[in-house]
Nanobody, 123 residues
Framework: EVQLVESGGGLVQAGGSLRLSCAAS????????IGWFRQAPGKEREGVSY????????YYRSSVRGRFTISSDNAKNTVYLQMNSLKPEDTAVYYC????????????????WGQGTQVTVSS
């Protein structure tokens, strides 16, 4: 059974940091790209970042570039999203997703999704 489990969300003040984790199981982790998405209340889900299966391609949406860092630990089947200098507009439910093509994309058409973790940034 394919599973993606996010953790690490919480409440933080503006300017603070959080590290999200996405633990994967049930598929060949090394062959999949992993993406991070977020959805704020009343808004569409948007892509935040992704990393290709071989780690050679990393992408960030412009609003988080320079503040967020995506990384992968293949030994642990886990992808991380380090989020620094958080802003109130980063408040959302954050989801990780797996793309079997291995390429990744900022468009939310991934095959597998986690249940999400809430990130709330207070001003």
């Amino acid at each position: 059974e394919v599973q993606l489990v996010e953790s690490g969300g919480g409440l933080v003040q503006a300017g603070g940091s959080l590290r999200l984790s996405c633990a994967a199981s049930g598929f060949s982790f090394d062959d999949y790209a992993i993406g991070w998405f977020r959805q704020a209340p009343g808004k569409e889900r948007e892509g935040v970042s992704y990393i290709s299966s071989n780690g050679g391609t990393v992408y960030y949406r412009s609003s988080v570039r320079g503040r967020f860092t995506i990384s992968s630990d293949n030994a642990k089947n886990t992808v991380y999203l380090q989020m620094n200098s958080l802003k109130p507009e980063d408040t959302a439910v954050y989801y990780c997703a797996a793309d079997p093509s291995g390429l990744g994309t900022i468009v939310p058409n991934y095959a597998y999704w986690g249940q999400g973790t809430q990130v709330t940034v207070s001003s």
